[in-house]
């Protein structure tokens, strides 16, 4: 940022200000040429002011113009407050008032309303917090809730206030259709007329909709002003009409006789006060509390109207809390006024037997008529067009898969959603009854506020500093409250609407997270993560014995060659830490450092595309040594820190390329169709540019690493602390064992794991090494691609044949206290007849001295190996101590290699803590 010095005259007395301005191309006109000319003549006092650090002076505008998001043309009042007024005051306000407070009474209906408007009220606490915590693009609840809570509760939660919204345009056309009919009783001509008469509605509003949001903003207010008119005509006929005992029922609620209109009448006040069931003639059923609040909290669910027409809006973060406020206000008032007067003027039998009651007690009745007209077909616009932004926000995301991308081809108005949930709202139509549709847009929208509240709720319990909504009048308390009572209305109103409305919600969910989107946009449950993650580290302590767990620091240089260990070593871990460790060898400088930024972000797409559940931890240091030993005391947090180190071998310098490989066989399984879609192709050739091909990474690194800093990286591990798991031949690993399990049930032989430890103490105490090779075969054994085809052998060398018997017999005893299943093969070490001394014995390999006979020892026990590993896949063995060959490094590494040369993948394997325990009470 660049700083500017603002001056203003010194005769006017006001004071020199600092501002820091971005150096951005908008606020280049901002700069006035004669204010920096003129502050660039006093450079003497600029250079006093900044102390002689500042030559150049830029003049600032007061205020950057702030960013409003929309970039729509829709003011608060027609892109808001009209919306959200029709969609409340449609079906149930002009044609459903009078079912519910006939069936439930005076009391129980401002008892149910208060609790709908509190739930209601609840939730536009949580938009509105949502909304002014920063620009709302188009999408609505779909936009807020996907960039709070992730993809997939956006993505799920926008596809159920999708749907809600195109049940609800159903239903409200259905509304304007019995209205139609009831005004012009010739048209009742049978449901086959009725739903030709509702697909001709819905055709007016499709046009209406492919004209486009402005079309619709003027269109809503004439509507609008048509509705209020209706309303005051309604509420003037409560005070101007006087008695009418002469009215007419519906024709289809089998009523004889005539309807009383009372007027004013506190006996008509008291008459309508308690509850009375009584028979729904457009179901022939007798509600319920809970299916008559489900009605009317259909009456109120168009909160979310603006928030639909957020890409449309000037201001979405001002307009939506702002309009939404005021049109809940508004309804709300609306609302209570026409109950009671209802209550203080229509008999009980007419409030039951004639729901369209107002267009026969006005004195205009055709003002009625336009108003439910109008209010019905602007609440079915908004539901139609807000549902298809939302599925253009939801194509625009890609969370469904290319095939929905159609949907956001379109730069402003969306014509293929449109026609798309004109389809669906076509089918919709297909349901018969306001009442039987109703409890159904309820569920659905009940479903959307309460993760809209849980949203913000989480939002705020989270601590996420950059939560600073301008709203302020919530808290956690109102969005859990908010949240808690959608999901009770949910059951109370219908249980099977609302497991049918989670089961949808849940299946979007598994769709999108099934998809595994990578997007950048952030969510909360990150910042919900981190809490808990910092809270249970700081609890963490060091583990017990008992619950023991790999936690491994794998150093790779490059998974083009190693990619085969890369993989096992997740394997092995058993839930624990992995760590992938990589050193970027040379001084500090911006070449590393970028070097550094692309060898972690390389990594990190590797760990997603291959699934491996492991953490990247880089660092640069000037030799390979350093850097190993940097990561081995710093990796890991708390009480969760490596405590295996493994490596691969020195000089393993493979010319197979087994990341190529990998992606080979996926290619092969993919056209024979027997690929997960967790392994796609395409995903894995995003990896392979990342790293050097072998003869690349060879030419930029033609130095392998030294023998005295590898054997120096081996005893720094091991005087940590830490058990070292040195990997050889591992491009020997056979690729296919998932095949190889089919290959076992039906009789074939299975693939070995072949645990040799070669130095033990015979008598009850095992040393860590020998523990820690029985624990690690054991687990990779848990695996599930290990388990089904492989067995688990233990493979022990004794000095004398004499000993096969008492050796096999100790084993087995062993392996019984470990609660290990393997089968036990004990050999006798074949020893050269002429030669004198039988050798160094095996129970000093611990600590073997750098001797021609340790050489050929341990020859004989690689062809001993090598002899029965036919079927293995995996060897793991002894590793022996460095401390006798700190300073024969050359010497070391032919030992190992004289161990380890030839046989199929091998672990060699140092342990230095206890790692396996024998009894229940063990520590």
């Given amino acids: 940022e660049t700083l500017g010095v603002q001056r203003n005259s010194l005769r006017s007395g006001w004071p020199w200000r600092l501002v820091a ?29 900044m102390n002689g650090k500042s030559r150049g002076v830029m003049a600032t505008s007061p205020s950057p113009p702030s960013s409003s998001g929309g970039g729509g043309q829709l003011s608060t009042f027609f892109g808001v407050f009209v919306p959200c007024v029709l969609s409340i005051f449609s079906v149930i306000l002009f044609l459903r008032l009078g079912y519910v407070l006939g069936q439930a009474g005076l009391v129980v209906t401002l008892v149910l309303l208060i609790i709908a408007y509190s739930v209601v009220f609840l939730t536009v606490l949580s938009i509105s917090a949502i909304s002014t915590n920063g620009v709302i693009k188009g999408g609505g609840a779909y936009y807020m809730i996907s960039r ?38 010739p048209l009742d001509m049978g449901f086959g007329v009725e739903y030709g008469l509702r697909t001709a509605v819905l055709l007016v509003c499709l046009i209406v909709s492919l004209v486009g949001a402005g079309a619709f903003a003027k269109a809503s207010f004439a509507i609008f002003c048509l509705v209020i008119l209706a ?52 179901t022939n059923t007798v509600p319920g509390i809970p299916t008559i609040f489900g009605v009317l909290f259909n009456g109120v669910t168009g909160i979310m109207a603006g928030a639909n027409m957020s890409g449309d809006l000037k201001n979405a973060s001002e307009s939506i809390p702002k309009g939404t406020m005021q049109a809940l206000t508004f309804t709300f008032i609306v609302y209570v006024i026409f109950i009671f007067f209802t209550a203080a003027t229509c008999s009980r039998p007419l409030l039951v037997h004639n729901y369209g009651f107002f267009q026969e007690v006005n004195k205009v009745p055709t003002l009625v008529v336009i108003g439910v007209f109008a209010a019905t077909l602007s609440a079915a616009l908004s539901c139609l067009i807000g549902a298809s932004r939302i599925v253009q926000a939801i194509s625009r995301d890609n969370l469904l898969g290319d095939r929905f991308l159609i949907f956001s081809k379109e730069a402003s108005n969306p014509v293929r959603a449109v026609l798309l949930t004109w389809g669906l709202v076509q089918l919709v139509m297909l349901i018969k009854t306001i009442t039987t549709i109703a409890p159904i847009v309820s569920m659905l929208y009940l479903l959307s506020y309460s993760i809209t509240n849980f949203a913000c709720f989480a939002l705020t319990i989270s601590g996420t500093v950059n939560f600073r909504p301008r709203f302020r009048l919530f808290s956690w308390h109102t969005a859990l ?244 798991a040195v990997m050889r031949n591992f491009r020997r690993l056979p690729p296919n064992l998932r095949e190889a399990k089919l290959a076992v049930k039906n009789g074939g032989s299975p693939w070995y794991i072949d645990l040799w430890p070669l130095s033990v103490n ?91 006979e340790t050489t050929e020892r341990l020859r004989a026990i690689n062809t001993l190996m090598m002899r029965h590993s036919e079927r293995t896949a995996v060897v793991f063995t002894h590793l022996p101590h460095t401390a006798n060959f700190l300073s024969k490094p050359d010497m070391y590494l032919n030992l190992l290699d004289t161990l380890s040369r030839g046989l199929p993948p091998c672990v060699m394997v140092h342990g230095t803590e206890k790692v396996v325990t024998y009894s229940i009470d063990s520590v």
């Fill in 481 to 724: 409250a908010g949240g808690v009572a959608c999901i009770i209305i949910m059951f109370v109103v219908e249980p099977s609407y609302a497991a049918l409305a989670i089961v949808l919600f849940l299946a979007c969910f598994s769709v999108i997270h099934m998809r595994a989107i990578s997007v950048d946009w952030g969510d909360v449950s990150q910042a919900l993560i981190y809490h808990q993650v910092r809270k249970y580290l700081l609890r963490l302590r060091v583990q017990s014995t008992k619950f023991w767990r790999p936690q491994v620091l794998m150093l790779v240089r490059n998974p083009r060659s190693h990619l085969n260990m890369v993989l096992f070593a997740n394997d092995m871990k058993k839930g624990g830490l992995y760590i992938l460790g990589h050193v970027v060898v040379g001084p500090f400088s911006e070449e590393t450092r970028h070097e550094l930024d692309r060898s972690e972000k390389a990594w990190s797409v590797l760990d997603r595309v291959a699934k491996v559940k492991a953490f990247v931890d880089c660092t640069i240091a000037h030799t390979f040594r350093e850097g190993v030993l940097s990561l081995l005391m710093t990796s890991g947090l708390g009480g969760m820190r490596p405590n295996i180190v493994c490596l691969g071998w020195p000089d393993e310098n493979d010319d197979e390329d087994q990341l190529q490989d990998w992606r080979d066989r996926l290619e092969a399984k993919r056209r024979k169709r027997l690929i997960q879609k967790m392994h796609k192709v395409h995903e894995v050739d995003e990896v392979l540019p990342l790293f050097a091909n072998i003869s690349e990474f060879r030419k930029s690194r033609p130095v392998p690493v030294p023998n005295d800093e590898y054997i120096g990286i081996l005893h720094d591990a091991i005087s940590l602390g830490k058990n070292v």
């Fill in 231 to 282: 309303i005051c005509s309604i509420c003037v006929n409560f005070m101007a009409v006087g008695a009418n005992d002469s009215l007419e029922p519906a024709p289809m609620s089998g009523y004889n006789g005539s309807l009383v209109y009372t007027g004013w009448s506190s006996a008509t006040l008291r008459e309508n006060t308690n509850v009375q069931l009584q028979n729904d003639y457009t």
């Fill in 762 to 852: 015979h008598g009850s105490v095992v040393q860590h090494t020998y523990e820690v090779i029985f624990q690690l075969g054991s687990v990779v054994h848990l695996v599930d691609r290990w388990r089904y085809s492989t067995r688990l052998r233990v493979c022990h060398i004794v000095e004398k044949a004499e000993e096969l018997s008492s050796e096999r017999a100790r084993l087995t005893s062993l392996l019984g206290d470990l609660r290990v299943d393997a089968e036990v093969k004990v050999f006798a070490l074949e020893t050269n007849p002429q030669q004198a001394e039988p050798g160094p014995s095996l129970r000093m390999l611990e600590n073997m001295e750098p001797t021609p």
């Fill in 21 to 49: 301005m971005p150096r951005r191309p908008e606020y280049e006109p901002l700069i006035s040429p004669i204010s920096t000319a003129a502050a660039a003549s006093d450079s003497q006092d600029v250079d006093s002011l």
């Fill in 148 to 185: 709070s809570l992730g993809p997939e509760f956006g993505g799920a939660i926008g596809i159920v206030f999708y749907f809600a919204n195109v049940f609800a345009s159903g239903l409200y056309i259905i509304g304007f259709v019995e209205t139609l009919i009831q005004t012009f009783p």
